[in-house]
């Protein structure tokens, strides 16, 4: 076969698949079987072969708005060739000014100071370093410790696997550079499966932190980060009650609560964000994926005034907080996500979550099968969790992504999970053939 940088030429796959060291893959399964997508539109890829495949995880959980959106498509062209770079050390260009304004609208509460970066890794970080820099600008200096959740993800970044609780990302990488403790996870197969949307049992799992506190000493902790709804471990929902818990234990303390939006934040659940569907106020949040809508990487970290105005103090000419990326607030990255804010506002797309949530519920509940330990949903997240087969976890996992794949749908799935989360602009018809799709799937495992 010809190689071709986009499989474009020959519409083949390329004929060297060695140098790119994929991420998060099992690299010599995937080579043994690649599977190449050559273009997108809308909901829908089409892969090297030719088929169209509906795209069932929104990219990865970023394409909100659906693939090459005109608009988006149109304002990152004309941008690139206007003002294609401008540094935002010491100089400046309009478009992050307007864009964080923008943003700052869209927040609740006082989450109205932006700072920029490129990824949710590095938001998290920046968040975590942020959160430091605010309790040591008020005298606090001996808060460093974070306390983040066994099965949270907040990216790669050595903060994030520091505080993220998913074994396999921490394991091989050293002790964390950073203080931490974890509380639990809130899954409890006994006592919540099948729920529909927030589970009745487990906000008292929120009371760890209490102990988490006294063991350390709350002079001693800088913040707590959690994802409102963990998104990588298998779409964990949070018990009724588990979120509010955690605001009012952080502020009792004095300490930071920050909410890693990187996937519930513009319109997953219906709203622009976690915190205004719950209506919990976070101190910080970190959000990056539909920010563009994957377009262009962006990362954010969104900070109330107290934060802000805590750091951004001292003499005139002094810097005040030492961070900050050669890319933050690109020029790409802000006309991509100035264009994204438009489509989502013109077409109403959170809105249209908020109503798709309800048929979205209803057809993932419907899945129920003997072969399934759980069922869970919120918003337009959604999530298949099968039992493992003897002899063979996550084999079932596996099979059923294949099989979908292969029947012309993509899910997200590991190990014995499946995870649905498509764009938000996807129709009704496309939502009978994304779960008729689902069913034959379950039906297909062993
Ligand atoms: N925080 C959260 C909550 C995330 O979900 C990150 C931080 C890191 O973002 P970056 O942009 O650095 O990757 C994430 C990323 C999946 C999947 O399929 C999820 C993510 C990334 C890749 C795959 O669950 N989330």
């Given at each position: 076969?010809?190689?071709?940088p ?59 708005a ?7 498509v ?17 100089m ?5 000014f ?17 700072f ?12 975590l ?19 983040g ?17 998913m ?15 974890h ?5 409890s ?39 409102p ?8 929902v ?5 979120l509010?818990?955690?605001r ?7 300490i ?6 990187v996937?519930t ?13 719950f ?16 377009v ?8 109330r ?8 103090t ?5 810097i ?61 997240m959604g ?34 999970v ?8 996807i ?8 779960f ?11």
């Amino acid at each position: 076969m010809t190689a071709s940088p986009d499989g474009s030429a020959s519409g083949k796959v390329p004929n060297d698949l060695g140098p790119f060291w994929m991420p998060f893959t099992a690299n010599r399964q995937y080579k043994a079987n690649p599977r190449l997508l050559v273009s997108a539109e809308g909901v829908y890829y089409t892969s090297h072969d030719g088929r169209k495949i509906l795209d069932g995880q929104a990219g990865l959980w970023c394409v909100n708005a659906g693939h090459a959106h005109k608009k988006i498509v149109e304002a990152v062209q004309k941008q690139i060739a206007k003002l294609d770079f401008a540094p935002t050390f010491n100089m400046g260009h309009p478009l992050p000014f307007e864009l964080a304004g923008q943003l700052a609208a869209l927040t609740p509460g006082d989450l109205d100071h932006v700072f920029f970066c490129n990824s949710g890794s590095e938001a998290v970080d920046t968040a975590l370093k942020i959160a430091l820099a605010y309790h040591r600008a008020r005298g606090e200096g001996t808060r460093t410790r974070f306390i983040g959740r066994e099965r949270g993800y907040h990216g790669v970044g050595f903060g994030g696997i520091a505080v993220g609780g998913m074994v396999g990302n921490r394991k091989a990488f050293g002790n964390s550079l950073i203080s931490t403790d974890h509380l639990p996870h809130t899954h409890s197969l006994k006592d919540m499966a099948f729920s529909q949307g927030q589970p009745e049992w487990g906000a008292h799992l929120a009371d760890e932190l209490e102990r988490i506190i006294a063991l350390h000493d709350a002079s001693n902790i800088a913040a707590v980060i959690v994802e409102p709804v963990a998104g990588s471990t298998g779409v964990l929902v949070p018990p009724k009650g588990y979120l509010e818990k955690l605001r009012a234990i952080t502020q009792k303390h004095g300490i930071l609560l920050i909410f890693d939006e990187v996937i519930t934040g513009f319109g997953r659940l219906g709203k622009s964000f976690a915190a205004e569907y719950f209506n919990i106020i976070p101190d910080l949040m970190t959000v990056a994926k539909g920010i563009t809508n994957g377009v262009i990487p962006m990362g954010a970290v969104f900070a109330r005034d107290m934060v802000h105005d805590a750091i951004v103090t001292g003499p005139e000419g002094a810097i005040e907080l030492f961070h900050g990326y050669t890319y933050s607030g690109h020029p790409v990255a802000c006309a991509a996500s100035l264009a994204t804010l438009e489509v989502y506002r013109e077409e109403g797309l959170f809105e249209r979550a908020a109503k798709n949530a309800v048929k979205w519920q209803k057809l993932v509940h419907e899945l129920k099968d003997d072969k399934l330990a759980d069922l869970r949903n919120l918003g337009m997240m959604g999530a298949i969790e099968f039992k493992p087969r003897e002899g063979a976890p996550g084999a079932r996992g596996y099979e059923a992504f294949l099989h979908c794949y292969e029947n012309g749908l993509l899910v997200r799935f590991g190990p014995d999970v499946l995870s649905l989360t498509p764009p938000l602009t996807i129709s009704e018809s496309e939502l009978d053939f994304m779960f008729s799709t689902l069913r034959n799937a379950i039906k297909a495992v062993k």
